[in-house]
């Protein structure tokens, strides 16, 4: 198996229990034989390690703190809006990995003609960048140097 073919060459199942052994939601009675099917190709190690990837950067959103910017044009929505945010803290976490487990999910089993599949992405991924990334910025340089329409976008790398 090619490493730009492996995800068109396993099955949805298959394809599930990797995106679930990669954001730690696996069974216990799969993983060992999951983990062992992983140990053997150089592909499927590729593979868990991208979605890893993706599920850390998630998280790594999470937990970054909203621009002033952000803050300030959810301030002036008023008090009723101000109360909800305060309940946010708490349920961000549980939230970005729901999305997170639910885009790799949607990801890795749709396969539709109109969406790349996941070999194409891992095509993509393999070719060389276009240009160079801007800087990182912020207190902990989480956020690129790039803005659209007002909005930082997130530096994964230094996730």
């Known amino acids: 198996m090619h490493n730009r073919d492996v995800g068109s060459q396993l099955s949805p199942a298959e394809l599930a229990e990797l995106a679930a052994l990669a954001d730690g939601t696996l069974a216990d009675d799969r993983r060992a034989e999951v ?15 991208r979605q890893r990837r993706s599920v850390l950067a998630t998280r790594t959103l999470a937990t970054d703190e909203p621009t002033p910017s952000l803050q300030a044009a959810v301030e002036s929505l008023g008090p009723r809006h101000a109360r909800r945010r305060r309940r946010a803290p708490r349920f ?3 939230g ?16 539709g003609p109109g969406a790349p599949t996941v070999a ?6 393999a070719e ?15 956020r690129l140097a790039v803005a659209v329409g007002g909005v930082t976008f997130p530096d994964f790398a230094r996730a």
């Open 128 to 142: 060389s960048p276009t240009g160079s990334a801007p800087h990182g910025v912020g207190s902990a340089g989480t």
């Open 35 to 49: 983990e062992a099917k992983v140990a053997a190709s150089r592909e499927l190690q590729a593979l868990v390690a």
């Open 120 to 125: 194409d992405a891992a095509r993509l991924a």
């Open 96 to 111: 970005a990995l729901a999305v997170a487990t639910a885009v790799v999910a949607a990801v890795l089993l749709s396969g």
């Open 92 to 94: 961000a976490l549980a």
